[in-house]
T-cell receptor, first 112, second 109 residues
């Protein structure tokens, strides 16, 4: 069974530029999560989808971050414009409802 | 507020046993996870506890006491590849996963 797929793995951009991350969850997993993780810290939830509905986006900075999950499968997370403080690893995870979450390899974003 | 506490860093010797503790204060409880995360990689699932007691899985065991808001991860026969961060996470009453900051485990020969 294929795991969670994310791309790109690494991204370096200049501040004020836009950036987008893509995630393909494990087949059959209806719940999808986007997390942000800084070095030495645990993951911080940005948004949680159940199928195509965003059921928890309370921690998503909506002035610059947006996400979508069309057709309840793949998802895209976008930042526009990026700021220096957005440098972090962006993790995507999926699960069947509230079961164990399985993570993708993450995208390491560096904003210069 | 909700809080999960773990030691920031621990050091142990190859072949030994180490216990990583986790205490939590959350609004409700619907289970506790332990994840392993090697440097530069994504977290991988280790264990899940929802009832009190010890769950054993090979060299790794996880214990839960709901009345004390306490869990530990026990690693036996330590190997160099066990050097990683170990993350404790609790599902609260809203089925949100609350994460600890992780414990960095350093294994020395």
């Amino acid at each position: 069974e294929a795991g969670v797929v994310q791309s790109p793995r690494y991204k370096i951009i200049e501040k004020k530029q836009p950036v987008a991350f893509w995630c393909n969850p494990i087949s059959g997993h209806n719940t999808l999560y986007w997390y942000l993780q800084n070095l030495g810290q645990g993951p911080e939830l940005l948004i949680r989808y159940e199928n195509e509905e965003a059921v928890d986006d309370s921690q998503l900075p909506k002035d610059r971050f947006s996400a979508e999950r069309l057709k309840g499968v793949d998802s895209t997370l976008k930042i526009q414009p990026a700021e220096l403080g957005d440098s972090a690893v962006y993790l995507c995870a999926s699960s069947k409802s509230t079961d164990t979450q399985y993570f993708g390899p993450g995208t390491r974003l560096t904003v210069l | 507020g909700q809080n999960i506490d773990q030691p920031t860093e621990m050091t142990a010797t190859e072949g030994a046993i180490v216990q990583i503790n986790c205490t939590y204060q959350t609004s409700g409880f619907n289970g506790l996870f332990w994840y392993q995360q090697h440097a530069g990689e994504a977290p991988t699932f280790l264990s899940y506890n929802v009832l009190d007691g010890l769950e054993e899985k090979g060299r790794f065991s996880s214990f839960l006491s709901r009345s004390k808001g306490y869990s530990y991860l026990l690693l036996k026969e330590l190997q160099m590849k066990d050097s990683a961060s170990y993350l404790c996470a609790v599902i609260d009453s809203n089925y949100q996963l609350i994460w600890g900051a992780g414990t960095k485990l350093i294994i020395k020969p």
